[in-house]
């Protein structure tokens, strides 16, 4: 892989399952516990504000006990010694990668650690409850909502990451189900640039077979390994 120097990976909730972080779509995952209409969608936030808050509410506050694992750590590494173009594309919405050192990052479906003002549009970090709605700290209005990305909504920063891939010599997708568009399609659209593709994840995902290559295992092992290669 010497001829490779701009990089664009996409992570998915595989990536923190070993932290600790239930993932959406595996046995015991989120959408097995929760129906995805009533608390991530903006028609499930309307019926029922309360359900919506204090399931993000819970969230917030458990991924704040996590800690990063080696897959967070190795992608920092990365991120600190690769001298090409690299951005790491995350649909999660903790702050593991960040917290690992990481820099590069883009949080396409937003984050748990944001409140969004409906009111001013304002951003905030936060990391407490909003079941009580607590008052916007720009606009004082009481319209804060989880900066998350619901489904119906679109998810956040779309052009930087095509200007990315576009650029990329190397698509790499780590820990997802490829269930999820857009970022599901980042795979063929990859391919249509002619940019060589690699999965990591622990088993074959739906998208596994657009993949020039893939590799099965724990992200705590694939992606360390993947990584001390690549920087040799
Ligand atoms: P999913 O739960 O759909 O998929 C998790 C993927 O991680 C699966 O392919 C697993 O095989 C894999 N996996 C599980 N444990 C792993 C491990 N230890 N190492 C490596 N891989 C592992 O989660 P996402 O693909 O991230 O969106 O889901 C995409 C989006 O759907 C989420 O961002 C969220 C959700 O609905 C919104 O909320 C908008
Ligand atoms: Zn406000």
């Not at 891939?165 to 997802?176: E, H, K, M, P, W």
Request: aromatic share 8%; glycine share 8%; hydrophobic share 40%.
């Amino acid at each position: 892989m010497t001829d490779i120097r701009n990089i664009v990976i996409l992570t998915g909730a595989g990536v923190s399952a070993e932290s600790g972080i239930d993932t959406f779509r595996d046995a015991g995952g989120l959408w097995e516990q929760h129906k995805v209409e009533d608390v991530a969608t903006p028609e499930g936030f309307a019926r029922d504000p309360d359900l919506v808050l204090r399931f993000y509410d819970m969230r917030r506050e458990a991924i704040q006990a996590k800690q990063p694992n080696a897959a967070h750590e190795a992608l920092a590494r990365l991120d600190r010694e690769w001298d090409g173009e690299l951005l790491i594309v995350t649909q999660n919405v903790d702050d593991l990668h960040e917290r690992a050192g990481a820099k590069r990052t883009l949080h396409m479906h937003g984050t748990h650690l944001n409140a969004w003002c409906t009111a001013c549009d304002a951003r905030t970090r936060w990391t407490g409850p909003l079941i009580d709605r607590p008052e916007c700290p720009k606009c004082g209005a009481r319209s804060l909502r989880p900066d998350v990305v619901w489904f119906g909504e679109m998810p956040y920063e779309m052009d930087r990451i095509y200007a990315a891939l576009r650029q990329a010599d190397l698509f790499v997708s780590i820990g997802t189900s490829g269930a999820v568009y857009p970022a599901a399609g980042f795979v063929r659209d990859a391919r249509e640039l002619r940019i060589r593709t690699l999965e990591l994840n622990l088993e074959p995902s739906q998208g596994s077979r657009w993949f020039h290559e893939s590799r099965h295992g724990p992200a705590t092992q694939v992606v360390p390994q993947w990584v001390e290669e690549l920087l040799g």
